[in-house]
């Protein structure tokens, strides 16, 4: 008998594999949270610099709740609108806890964690617990998903609410129950992130294909009181939804007209285009080429073996391939109409970012090792799939050894907290006016900084905007000392505002000379400004000595 057998049968309780798991998703959490201000470089885990001022953008209305008493704010706008579920979870953490970045990570992180679970278990329904448990910590230690599974964006909330509704459809056995609680689940997928409707398409498709494809390919017959069941829940999600566009009509066009740029393009050249360098993405996006190589291998031998043995003999062969698909589980067919169906939506959407290819390693992973099961007998599919799970969470160490030994990962949070302690100092009392597409993301670091959007708007808007709210400070993120005065310009446009203070530029982003620029704004009633240097000012990176109020 190995050590490995030993293991097995010291655990082959489920309940002890259960304890095993909760402890791992504890010490995750809590290695998420001590790592909390230490940022991923755009170039190792994120692939994207934008991914930081997303934190502000989706955490906006909640900041507002906290600091003002209401979700929006006269003349401003947000991305709440594109993220609800999101934007109602951190209003109830921020009002327990308080608004800072810690707790809106935390909130993702811990989301993360019961995702986790739910795909914990449901996987050992399908295999050895070891593999489930495994499939699990591959996943949430590659790089790219703990770089964003940590970090206050809605792509983690999103994957949890999906990962949950893969749950109660592979585990639930009373179908009454879980057609409705599946689709609420998957619903809020949606509700969490806009552009993940495709989990809400694939519970859909999964419980059409349950319902009706399935008793006619067995001969059975079709329950007609599901299907009634699963309409009268559609209706209620979809009541629901027309409720809450009508409620908040005004928000969600003004949402949706600054994001056209991100609407789908169901052009079917388009689309194969984007799915090509979708496909080319994930590997770089989450190092998961071995699962790629392994799922490729084990799809190749299967479609053979099946060919073989089933096709090529006359008799039979629809009921061979009946008795096929039959073999294939829920989670498989859920995991697998997710993975294609979320590649097709986000390579319509023209978002060739590797961050949104956030949600494919789960998939990834789980039918790389289901595909194992289906080729290996059992016991020696156990030994393999731990195998390629290892081999993957080795592969991970060399980029996580280059990230911790980086001096720049904490320069975000310090240079938030530097800033946010000069505004503190210069104006002691009352609420601070910040405009810029950096300044949600600032008041993550102050109890006293409100945010103002400054992107996407029309200039009369923006004059308004400034005219209302008299921001001192324009903070954003540009990119090289080559300072894009764009929206400066568009600023100093309104016949009210100068703008003679060159920008201070703050390093803040790993990988590339990135910087934090913040601009003091002059209005016509206060005194006319000192003369600045010609060229941006680089500020130095002192220690915060001040108190943040």
């Known amino acids: 008998m190995t050590i490995i057998d030993a293991t097995f049968l010291q655990l082959h309780k489920e309940r002890n594999w259960d304890i095993l798991m909760l402890v791992l998703l504890l010490c995750l959490l809590v290695v998420a949270y001590l790592t909390h201000n230490i940022n991923f470089p755009w170039d190792l885990g994120t692939h994207t610099r934008a991914l930081y001022v997303d934190e502000g953008f989706y955490s906006d209305a909640a900041q507002n709740l ?31 806890f308080g608004a800072s970045i810690e707790v809106a990570r935390m909130l993702s992180a811990a989301l993360g964690a019961l995702g986790g679970w739910a795909l914990y278990s449901f996987g050992k329904a399908r295999f050895h617990p070891a593999a489930s448990m495994l499939i699990v910590f591959a996943s949430v ?14 792509d983690p909330i999103a994957m949890a609410m999906f990962l949950l509704a893969v749950w109660v459809f592979a585990r ?22 806009i552009y993940f409707i495709f989990a809400l398409a694939t519970m859909i498709t999964l419980w059409l294909g349950e319902l009706l494809l399935l008793p006619r390919l067995r001969n059975q017959e079709i329950n007609r009181g599901l299907l009634k069941m699963m309409g009268l829940s559609l209706a209620a999600i979809g009541l629901a939804y027309l409720s809450y566009r009508l409620y908040f009509h005004a928000e ?23 799915l090509k360098i979708s496909f080319q993405l994930i590997p770089g996006n989450t190092k998961s080429t071995v699962f790629l190589y392994t799922l490729i291998v084990a799809i190749s031998y299967s479609m053979l073996h099946f060919i073989v043995t089933r096709i090529v003999p006359v008799r039979g062969r629809s009921s061979s391939l009946l008795a096929s698909l039959s073999s294939i589980s829920r989670a498989e067919w859920a995991m697998g109409i997710f993975l294609v169906s979320g590649l097709l939506t986000v390579g319509s959407l023209r978002l060739l970012k590797t961050h949104y290819h956030f949600f494919a390693i789960i998939p990834i992973v789980f039918l790389a090792v289901a595909m194992i099961y289906h080729v290996l007998p059992r016991k020696l599919a156990v030994y393999v799939s731990i195998a390629v799970l290892l081999t993957h969470i080795y592969y991970q160490l060399p980029a996580y050894r280059e990230w911790l030994s980086r001096p720049e990962p904490r320069l975000i949070d310090t240079v ?37 959007d400054a992107k996407w708007v029309p200039q009369a808007v923006l004059c308004e905007r400034l005219n ?10 540009v990119w090289g000392r080559s300072f894009s005065r764009k929206m400066i310009n568009h600023i100093h446009a309104c016949p009210f505002v100068q703008i003679k203070s060159k920008p201070v530029l703050y390093p803040s982003f790993s990988g590339k000379k990135d910087y934090i620029a913040l601009t003091r704004i002059w209005y016509e009633s206060e005194p006319e400004p000192e003369s600045e240097p010609a060229e941006a000012n680089i500020a130095p990176l002192a220690p915060v000595i001040l108190l943040l109020q």
């Open 172 to 193: 639930m056995e009373n179908r009454s129950k879980a057609i409705p609680l599946s689709l609420i689940f998957a619903f809020l997928a949606f509700f969490a992130k």
């Open 468 to 477: 209302y709210w008299k921001p001192p400070y324009h903070v954003n993120v």
């Open 66 to 96: 906290v600091k003002l008493g209401q979700w929006g704010m006269l003349h401003d706008s947000r991305h709440w609108p594109g993220s609800p579920l999101t934007a109602i979870l951190q209003s109830i953490t921020f009002t327990i």
């Open 141 to 154: 230690s590659t790089m790219t998903y703990f770089a964003v599974a940590r970090t206050a964006v809605t």
């Open 416 to 452: 938030s907290r530097n800033i946010a302690a000069q505004l503190h100092a210069e104006y002691p009392d009352g609420m601070i006016p910040v405009i810029g597409e950096f300044s949600a993301q600032l008041g993550l670091y102050s109890k006293r900084i409100i945010s103002i």
């Open 252 to 274: 969600i066009s003004n949402y949706l007209a600054i994001n056209v740029n991100k609407k789908p393009v169901l052009e079917l050249d388009r689309v194969l285009r984007s």
